[in-house]
């Protein structure tokens, strides 16, 4: 199967960037609240993520690495609504199969933890047991040693290391209720404050999207429908030009969706007239049951049942909290 993996592991791992953010996912679904990234070489030496989750039971840690092998859905009805980041089973496999990787983990009811590690060639070693706290710590070395020709399509360590921490600020931007450290070759890169009170959800918003962007948005909580649409939309005034401080997120998981992007738009153009790149944080939730997130294998697009229904909501929403700004 290490060829398979290797395969499958295309899809799902093209750069370090790609493999935190399987990680981070995997910290999410397991409900942590303290996540701590520590990144060397901008992540091609080393990723380790550890977090203050679930865990995994020492009998399920040669499961967790296995291909096709989630956790997460029990039986097709769960796929119709995934309410987890990850489904598929494919990330941890895929990223075994490509470096070197360590799993240390303890479930709350287990005395101790269990290490489990992989060679990156198929072979594993454990579980046997280990010291280590509450939850989940995924130690990922050296990726693509073994495939160089995949090795050779990475960047400069500075080049990596900035598509890794956009990865890290956009799960930033997903959960205000989960404290996030970063640091890279030892320094600290930044420490995102966990909390939902409005006041941690500005800072956070400031820390990731720039002070300039909280004071020039606002905020917009709404429902209606059976939707809930919050988060900031820049005043027209700040609109960019790049399309590079856009982040929209159904029920927090990252999504880029023509419908959605059509929505923003047309209501920016009734309200603004002149064409540039709006900027916005945007969290839409919604019954899972009506978004389809099983559309494509990195799992940034989705499908929603009823289309209408959200592109309406959406323009709706934000063309009247708009019109506002030329009052
Ligand atoms: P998926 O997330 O699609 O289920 P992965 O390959 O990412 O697949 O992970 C495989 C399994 O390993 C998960 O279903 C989960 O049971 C377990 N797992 C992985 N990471 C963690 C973590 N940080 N905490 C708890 N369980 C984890
Ligand atoms: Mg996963």
């Known amino acids: 199967p290490q060829l398979v993996n290797q395969i499958a592991a295309g899809e799902v791992v093209e ?23 520590e990144v060397e070489q901008g992540g091609v030496r080393l990723i380790r993520v550890r977090d203050d989750g679930d865990g995994i039971a020492a009998a399920d840690l040669p499961l967790a690495v296995s291909s096709h092998a989630t956790s997460k859905l029990v039986d097709m009805a769960d796929l119709e609504r995934v309410v987890t980041l990850g489904f598929r089973g494919e990330a941890l496999a895929s990223i075994a199969s490509v470096a070197r990787l360590k799993l240390r983990s303890r479930t709350r009811g287990e005395e101790q933890g269990h290490e489990l590690l ?22 990922m070395r050296d990726l693509f040693f073994n495939t160089p020709g995949r090795r050779k399509f990475l960047r ?8 890794l921490e956009t990865v890290v600020r956009r799960v930033g931007l997903s959960r205000d209720h989960v404290e996030i450290r970063l640091l890279h070759n030892g320094k600290p890169v930044f420490t995102l404050p966990a909390g939902e009170d409005q006041a941690v959800r500005e800072r956070r918003v400031a820390a990731l999207c720039g002070q300039a962007f909280l004071e020039e948005s606002l905020h917009i909580e709404h429902s209606g429908a059976g939707l809930r649409l919050h988060g900031w939309v820049a005043r027209p005034s700040f609109s960019r030009s790049q399309p590079d401080l856009q982040h ?3 029920n927090g998981r990252m999504v880029r969706d023509r419908l959605v992007a059509h929505a923003i738009r047309q ?20 019954d899972p049951a009506l978004v389809d997130v099983n559309a494509h294998p990195q799992k940034h697009e989705v499908r929603f049942r009823e289309q209408r229904l959200v592109h309406d909501f959406l323009f709706r929403t934000l063309h009247e909290v708009l019109a506002e700004t030329r009052a």
């Open 15 to 37: 750069r370090p960037a790609s493999v935190v953010k399987e990680l981070l996912e995997n910290s999410l679904d397991a409900g942590a609240r303290r996540i701590t990234i």
């Open 248 to 250: 929209f997120f159904v």
């Open 156 to 163: 400069t360590e500075r080049t990596e290391f900035g598509h």
């Open 267 to 286: 209501a920016y153009r009734d309200v603004l007239y002149g064409q540039r790149h709006p900027a916005y944080v945007l969290h839409l939730e919604l």
């Open 118 to 139: 992989g060679d990156g060639q198929g072979g594993f070693e454990g579980p046997q047991p280990t010291a280590h706290p509450e939850g989940t710590t995924v130690e």
